[in-house]
């Protein structure tokens, strides 16, 4: 098979895995609080009310810290087994929602942020193993909408499996002058069965692509594979990555790694979330699957449109794409803050909006601009990770995600703290920020390249004055 055509199979093959692993998980984030919450209703001693977001925070935090010792993995295990076993911890993780307890739940979620640290230094390291210099935007691009298609398939599963006659819970608080009804999405627990075993399903699907994934790294790859494992100790691969932290570059793209973090919080949870506790949307029953479904489509076109964009603009992928996906997640923001009610991220709730009156046609808007904003802002990410210390790629990619899931893991803790608007004022504040610094270090990296290969330019031989 020809180079060209081998990197895109392997491209391909990592996305296909991720989409097979993600369509269990990432899709089950975006319903997972109003599950557990149901569950809660049920049996209050068996989980808590806001588990869903405390079970992300406390995975999120695990990944921050396993990150640090993920290249020493990635240099033990090799990339491909580090994507299998990551993607084993995430098969782990859905099977305990056929017993839900907190017990089992909190365990696996915190055994989750191990396998997030295995799979996304795995990813950076099969990719550049995989891709060269111009072909990792290509890569990059493809291998990130595939994945996303995860959400469409999710979004699938969740269209079938939700039963005609839904439960509808109506709570009324009355007080002094008024009385409020609040109602909201229930969840029984034949359809948490089903839908959940679905999801399994497809997690067990990428364990086996994963196991039969290819490892030759293609020629001039962007990653030199060896044949013998890395045989630096833990200690010396965790000094390396705690010393990379300081970085320049690394130190000024830090408000873009927390940028992607709180940007998947509201895209993955907290949005979603308030469609299901928004009492205006409560007879949408199928919203949550529709919104899934556009979000990935979204996604996914925007992906292949940067790699064909990519083959005609020189450098599209850096500091343009990263424009755009700002401007999308900025877009869907001010449409969030005027439409959703102040607190439906935290609990059911009737409240006016500030503008807008929610609707589905809205809602599913509001998901095509994060589906752009996320596959740009990754994208954009990726590429300046691949470029920017090429000796030193593993540590790069650990301590993006070591920022991004920091700041996750905060703001999915806070969440039952935090209104709409500061929701708003995040995403547009470091938004802005992250796109200024992003600016700076790329036109340094390409003015390096450019000394870097002038210098390599052959000197011409000087005329001998004597």
């Known amino acids: 098979m020809r180079e060209s055509r081998y990197d ?15 369509t269990g998980y990432d899709t089950q984030l975006t319903i997972v609080e109003p599950v557990l919450h149901s569950v809660h209703d049920r049996s209050p001693s068996t989980i808590d009310a806001h588990a869903g977001y405390y079970g992300l925070s406390s995975c999120s935090l695990i990944f921050t810290v396993a990150n640090l010792a993920a290249p020493w993995a990635l240099g033990l295990l090799g990339s491909k087994y580090a994507l299998l076993l990551g993607s084993m911890f995430f098969s782990l993780h859905i099977a305990t929602f056929f017993f839900i307890h907190w017990i089992p739940y ?34 990059s691009a493809v291998t990130w909408a595939l994945a996303q298609c995860s959400m469409i398939v999710g979004g699938f599963v969740m269209f079938f499996t939700i039963p005609h006659k839904t439960s509808i819970i109506d709570m009324t608080a009355a007080s002094n002058a008024t009385t409020v009804t609040r109602s909201y999405r229930k969840y029984s627990d034949s359809e948490i ?75 993955i949870s ?27 489509l979204s996604d996914m076109i925007t992906g292949f449109a940067i790699g064909a964009v990519c083959k005609r603009v020189q450098n599209f992928s850096k500091l343009p794409t990263l424009t755009i996906g700002c401007a999308s997640f900025s877009l869907a923001m001010i449409l969030v803050l005027l439409s959703t009610p102040t607190w439906a991220t935290t609990m059911p709730t009737g409240q006016e909006t500030l503008l807008l009156e929610p609707n589905f046609y809205l809602a599913l808007f509001i998901a095509v601009l994060f589906g752009i904003g996320d596959n740009c802002v990754n994208t954009s990410r990726t590429v300046i990770c691949a470029l920017i210390l090429p000796e030193k790629r593993a540590q790069v990619f650990s301590i993006s995600k070591f920022h991004q899931s920091l700041m996750m893991s905060l703001t999915m803790f806070l969440s039952p703290l935090l209104s709409v608007y500061v929701y708003f ?35 011409p031989e000087i005329a001998e004055q004597y």
């Open 8 to 22: 895109l199979l392997c491209a391909f093959l990592l996305g296909l895995g991720q989409l097979c692993m993600f």
């Open 425 to 459: 004022g995040l995403m547009l504040g470091i938004g802005i920020l992250s796109s200024i610094l992003y600016g700076f270090v790329v036109n340094n990296v390409h003015a390096k390249e450019k000394m870097e290969s002038q210098c390599k330019k052959p000197i």
């Open 270 to 296: 907290i949005y979603p979330t308030t469609l299901i506790f928004t009492k205006q949307l409560t007879g949408n029953i199928y919203l949550p699957a529709y919104y899934s479904i556009v979000f990935g």
């Open 106 to 139: 909190y365990i696996t979620s915190a055994m989750l942020g191990v396998g997030y640290a295995l799979f996304y230094t795995g990813h950076g390291g099969y990719t550049t193993e995989h891709s060269t210099k111009t072909t990792i935007e290509r890569n």
């Open 193 to 267: 069965w089903l839908m959940y075993g679905l999801f399994l399903l497809v997690t067990v699907l990428s364990n086996i692509i994963f196991a039969f994934a290819p490892t030759r790294a293609v020629k001039n790859s962007l990653a030199e594979l060896k044949d013998k494992k890395n045989s630096e100790g833990f200690g010396v691969e965790l000094k390396r990555t705690i010393l990379s932290i300081g970085d320049p570059y690394l130190m000024l793209l830090t408000p873009l790694f927390a940028y992607i973090g709180l940007a998947a919080s509201m895209w």
